[in-house]
């Protein structure tokens, strides 16, 4: 989990914090048929990599978001930044590139 706050105070600090987001393509049930299908079309992505590293220690699955915000809490992100990374962030571009 630390490794990913760095790379989110990295990208705050690089481009700014209304261009940091966290995704949530999560495939907790991944299966290793469907991860070698990734592996093959990604073979630079994941080599080195086993189904089982996808993911960063302490934040494996869905259900440890609360994880992510406890974190970034600690490295003392406000309260608005987080909404933003978190997702507000997202929300603010959909609006802005659907505009009707």
């Known amino acids: ?3 990913v706050i760095d790379h ?3 990208v705050a600090e690089l481009v700014g914090i209304d261009h940091v987001g966290i995704g949530s393509d999560f495939f ?6 469907r991860y070698a299908d990734f592996a093959s079309y990604y ?3 994941q080599r080195g990599f086993r189904r089982e590293e996808t993911y ?3 934040f494996e699955r869905i ?4 994880r992510l915000t406890e974190a970034l809490v600690k490295r003392h992100f406000t309260d608005a ?5 978190l ?7 959909f609006r802005e590139a659907w505009r009707g």
Do not use: Q, T
């Not at 259900?63 to 609360?66: G, V």
């Not at 997702?87 to 571009?93: A, E, I, P, Q, S």
């Open 63 to 66: 259900d440890h978001f609360p």
């Open 87 to 93: 997702g507000g962030n997202h929300l603010r571009v």
């Open 56 to 58: 960063a220690e302490g």
């Open 28 to 33: 907790e049930s991944e299966s290793e048929v």
């Open 8 to 10: 989110i105070a990295y």
């Open 81 to 85: 930044d987080i909404k933003k990374i």
């Open 1 to 3: 989990m630390h490794d």
């Open 43 to 45: 073979p630079a992505v």
